[in-house]
């Protein structure tokens, strides 16, 4: 009776760790034009390459951007290839911090 009360617990604690992931669609931009807009910067002839050359020249950090909010984004890598792309991430929000840890992401449709 013990061994099945300690399995249902695992499966309740398995079942609400994953009930936090949620799906967010936006543009993957960098945290010094965290709102898509890279008219300012000009650090490209595309978005893509000014948020690319914003990350390895001023040690910014990808963000999502919604529309209305940006997030940072936890994986510093996987975002890397849909820079200036409109996307959708899932993963689990960190209100506290604004920061989606990300378990993929992938173009929007």
């Known amino acids: 009776m013990t061994r099945l009360i300690l399995n249902l617990l695992a499966v309740a604690v398995l079942c609400s760790a994953q009930s936090g992931k949620q799906t967010f669609t936006g543009i993957i931009t960098d945290s ?8 300012k910067m000009q650090m490209g002839p595309t978005d893509a390459q000014c948020t690319r050359a914003c990350i390895s020249e001023h040690d910014a950090t990808y963000v999502l951007y919604d529309g209305k909010e940006a997030f940072d984004l936890s994986d510093p890598k996987m975002p890397e290839k849909f820079a200036g792309q409109k996307v959708t991430v899932t993963g689990t929000l960190d209100a506290k911090t604004k920061t989606i840890r990300v378990d993929s992401i992938g173009a929007a449709k």
């Open 32 to 39: 010094m034009c965290a709102r898509a807009d890279h008219s």
